[in-house]
């Protein structure tokens, strides 16, 4: 780990309102790695993507963006600093078409005409969406919703793409598909901090993993070594 | 004699004419609840300001209120974007009694600040006396009605352009969905609410210059009409920007024909008979959608 990691969480404190949730998080993601965020139900994973983006209230710590601080950024600023975020349960702008949707999320580009090759791009990484653009995203399948989320999120070629629970509530096959199209992203250098209530496929597909429990820092270490980790599987694959 | 067809086209005609201006109050009205939550009950004073401005315009700098139009709109926008960033922002996300209440009190500060500087007395600006002749068709349009209705019309069509394909109409109905995802999308959540307030005021402000040629006003006008705009959401269906446009030019043409057949006070009457009839048989109102849609 030589080179400056491109996030750097250091002793996050952060809050739901009075409630504090995390407790002195530490967490690093390497240019190009797929980093999966684990641990139970209000273990806090959700709350430490959102504190980076500014949706949660950080109390103590900092947040780096390659090397650059962004704690407690305003949430509309994400974009400009690289950060591309896919919300838990892939909440799309359902009464707009699926070409809208991307259009959003290269708000911030000006140039109608650059707007436009954006759109096409993420178009032709995703031929499933290409041939529903002009549909309301309301009228998509799970799957294909997830897949719109991901490719607004790419919009402005994030350095780093944020996903909360991109597996929540898909049928099995799509589970798979987008998990494959998770390891594409990571192929062509793009990095993943990728939070998931299924640890078990997540820590298949990331580089290294992290283990929040109670809104601390339990377990990191390699996704490989997570999985063989007998404590890991007890407690969080539902292995023996 | 009533049923003769140039009959039936003249009240038609005018009808929508009349309609057109309810439509352009009410879709501004829908588009601050659509996208805040919230419903304005100021905006008829909104629109009297722009009424009273277009008269002070007339009576003491002889400026004709089609030319005063664009600047009412302007002044009214900024008022608005004001208004939004002061008051309306801390409302968002607060139930809707709150929001009422606040803007009940804003209405009232408004329309006695009306009656202090103007009195209770009507005023009107009469300029486009006369009417268009259309010979072919064998019927009068009066002169003010045409040009109020077709700017109306056109003004509310140019909006609903706006929101369909700018990119910052379209960011208004991105946040009116989708707050959070909007601001991860890098919109400035605030900054759209304060632009749609704007564009709602402006067009309330452009809604009073068309109504001060048209009928007489004072400063308590506004109640009435913003009554009616409350029947034009309902029938259209609320937070729909189409249906307040549809529900608008139904109410003007129900007028107009009541009006003709009947008499002027059962059509002023009709709009809450309408209401009660769309809430009947249809009580999502005409396009009528749980959310809202642009």
């Excluded at chain 1, 983006?53 to 962004?70: M, T, Y």
């Excluded at chain 2, 068309?210 to 009616?228: A, V």
Aim: aromatic residues 8%; neutral net charge; charged residues 15%.
């Amino acid at each position: 780990m030589s080179a400056p990691p491109l996030l750097h969480l250091q002793q996050l404190d952060a809050s739901y309102g009075p409630i504090q949730v995390l407790f002195s998080v530490q967490l690093e993601v390497q240019p190009g790695e797929i980093v999966a965020l684990i641990g139970p139900n209000g273990a806090g994973k959700s709350t430490v993507i959102k504190s980076i983006i500014g949706l949660v209230r950080v109390l103590r710590g900092q947040i780096r963006l390659a090397g650059r601080e962004i704690t407690g950024m305003a949430t509309h600023h994400a974009p400009l600093h690289g950060i591309g975020y896919v919300p838990q349960g892939r909440i799309l702008f359902a009464r707009m078409t699926v070409r809208e949707n991307l259009e959003m999320g290269a708000f911030l580009q000006q140039d109608p005409r650059e707007r436009r090759r954006l759109v096409e791009e993420v178009l032709d990484q995703f031929p499933q969406l290409a041939a529903r653009a002009q549909v309301l995203a309301g009228h998509l399948s799970g799957g294909e919703q997830q897949m719109l989320a991901i490719g607004r999120s790419l919009m402005m070629r994030p350095k780093l793409l944020m996903l909360d629970e991109p597996s929540l509530g898909l049928s099995p096959k799509y589970v798979d598909q987008i998990f494959a199209q998770l390891l594409v992203l990571r192929d062509q250098g793009h990095t993943l901090l990728m939070v998931e209530q299924n640890a078990a496929r997540a820590l298949e597909i990331a580089d290294r993993g992290y283990v929040l429990e109670l809104g601390r820092n339990r377990f990191a270490d390699r996704a490989s070594a997570l999985l063989e980790n007998e404590a890991v599987r007890r407690l969080y694959l539902g292995g023996v | 004699m009533l049923w003769e067809s140039s009959v039936l086209l003249q009240l038609a005609l005018s009808g929508l004419l009349a309609g057109a201006l309810y439509a352009l109050l009410a879709c501004g009205l829908n588009l601050v609840f659509g996208v805040m939550g919230v419903i304005n009950l100021a905006h008829g004073e909104l629109m009297i300001a722009g009424a009273f401005l277009s008269w002070l315009a007339y009576r003491y700098i002889d400026l004709h209120p089609l030319v005063v139009l664009p600047l009412v709109m302007g002044l009214l926008y900024g008022f608005g974007v004001l208004l939004q960033r002061w008051l309306i922002e801390r409302l968002t996300g607060r139930d809707e009694l709150t929001s009422l209440l606040v803007t009940y009190g804003l209405s009232i500060l408004l329309m006695n600040l009306g009656l202090l500087l103007f009195s209770a007395d009507f005023r009107s600006v009469p300029v486009l006396q006369g009417g268009f002749y259309l010979s072919s068709l064998d019927l009068v349009i009066s002169k003010p009605r045409a040009v109020a209705g077709a700017i109306s019309l056109a003004l509310t069509l140019g909006i609903f352009g706006f929101l369909r394909y700018h990119r910052m109409g379209k960011a208004i109905r991105a946040v009116s969905e989708q707050p959070e995802v909007a601001m991860i999308c890098g919109i400035d959540v605030a900054k759209v609410r304060q632009m749609t307030f704007g564009i709602a005021a402006a067009m309330a402000g452009a809604a009073g210059v068309l109504l001060s040629i048209l009928y007489s006003f004072s400063p308590e006008t506004g109640g009435e009409f913003l009554l009616k705009c409350f029947a034009v959401l309902v029938i259209g269906g609320m937070g729909n920007f189409l249906g307040a446009l549809l529900g608008g030019l139904l109410l003007g043409l129900v007028e107009a024909f009541v009006g003709g057949f009947f008499n002027v006070q059962w059509a002023e009457a009709v709009a809450y008979l309408l209401l009660v009839l769309v809430l009947l048989l249809r009580p999502g109102g005409l396009l009528g959608q749980r959310h809202a849609v642009f």
